[in-house]
């Protein structure tokens, strides 16, 4: 039995595995973590043994308290999948899917390819299934893969190697750069509003997806404490910026428009913004690149209870 691993640029990877004929329990270390483009692929064979499942799961850190995408084979009741992701140790609800291409005794061949918006899995070169992130999938820096499986190997494949294969098969890994639609969903009318259960606190994700106007001049997602804004998020298209601030007691506070890099919204384009709460600052990334941190100007995070999404854009999805 062999675990490999291809290197990335900015680092590589390492593992360790502990196997019995009955299960097997591989970890290892993501270096640098993933990145849009990245397809991991994993080969063995299901064992035809007592259990009944197996996972592979894309961790933040080393224990499974943080668990971005928990792919779960199960062998019974007919042969399920269960997708999940687990956040402080509680997991979310689950995504199941009937049709298991998976069976017992069998080899296997599953690529996993890191879009912009979601994971998108494929078996034996066939399209699977995909997974929206509910977390920013940047985060997560550990593989481990569980249950009734014998590795072969893991091999990690950046977005040039990707191009490389799909000459070769079209089906392994397809294009990454080819964003998925966005399709506007007439539940969401703006202005909307929406609580957050539990409010902020550290390790907190939210997620805002949907596309931008063609004629779009502005549009703003606002985290509210009360009737406070901690937290304002301001795209101005009109002013080639965008705007962080924070409103207390109906007063705006100094604004902040530095960013690293150009504006990263277009007008007419969709666009998925993260926002991820942290104990001294909100890190916000805008289709999975990096745009800001704000620190937090009102500290009691829990209080911190409601989204507010408005403006020139069309809302598809929330994740609070």
């Known amino acids: 039995m062999k675990v490999s691993a291809r290197m990335f640029p900015s680092g590589g990877f390492r593992g360790e595995s502990v196997f019995s004929l009955l299960a097997v329990r591989f970890s290892g270390i993501i270096q640098g973590g993933l990145q849009e483009g990245h397809c991991i692929t994993v080969i063995g064979a299901v064992l035809a043994s007592s259990g009944t499942r197996f996972a592979v799961n894309f961790q933040i ?10 792919f779960n084979p199960r062998f019974k009741e007919g042969g399920y999948m269960v997708c999940n992701t687990k956040q402080q140790g509680r997991w979310g609800q689950e995504e199941r899917k009937t049709h298991l291409p998976l069976q017992r005794g ?3 061949e599953l690529s996993f390819l890191v879009r912009r918006w979601h994971f998108q899995v494929t078996v034996n070169r066939s399209l699977f299934v995909q997974y929206s992130h509910r977390v920013p999938f940047h985060r997560v820096d550990t593989l481990s893969v569980t249950g009734i499986v014998q590795l072969s190997s893991i091999s990690f494949q950046t977005q040039s ?12 890994c397809p294009n990454p750069l080819v964003p998925p ?16 259960p539990g409010g902020l606190y550290p390790s907190k994700s939210i997620i805002v997806w949907g596309t931008v106007l063609p004629s779009a001049q502005r549009f703003h997602i606002n985290l509210r404490s009360g009737s406070d804004i901690a937290f304002h998020l301001n795209i101005r298209f009109d002013e080639n910026a965008v705007v962080r601030n924070t409103q207390i007691n109906g007063s705006w506070g100094p604004e902040e428009r530095s960013l690293s ?17 942290e104990g001294h600052c909100l890190r916000v990334a805008v289709n999975g690149g990096h745009l800001c941190e704000y620190h937090h100007r009102l500290r009691n995070l829990p209080a911190i209870k409601y989204l507010e999404v408005g403006g020139d854009i069309q809302l598809s999805h929330l994740q609070t």
């Open 261 to 277: 890099g150009k504006m990263p919204f277009t007008q007419g384009q969709s666009f998925s913004v993260w926002i991820l709460c």
């Open 106 to 108: 069998s080899p296997f």
């Open 181 to 196: 639609p966005a399709y506007p969903n007439p539940a969401y009318t703006l202005p909307f509003f929406t609580s957050i």
């Open 61 to 70: 850190g080393r224990s499974d308290n943080d668990i971005a995408f928990h």
């Open 161 to 172: 190697i990707i191009h490389r294969v799909l000459s070769a098969s079209q089906q392994m």
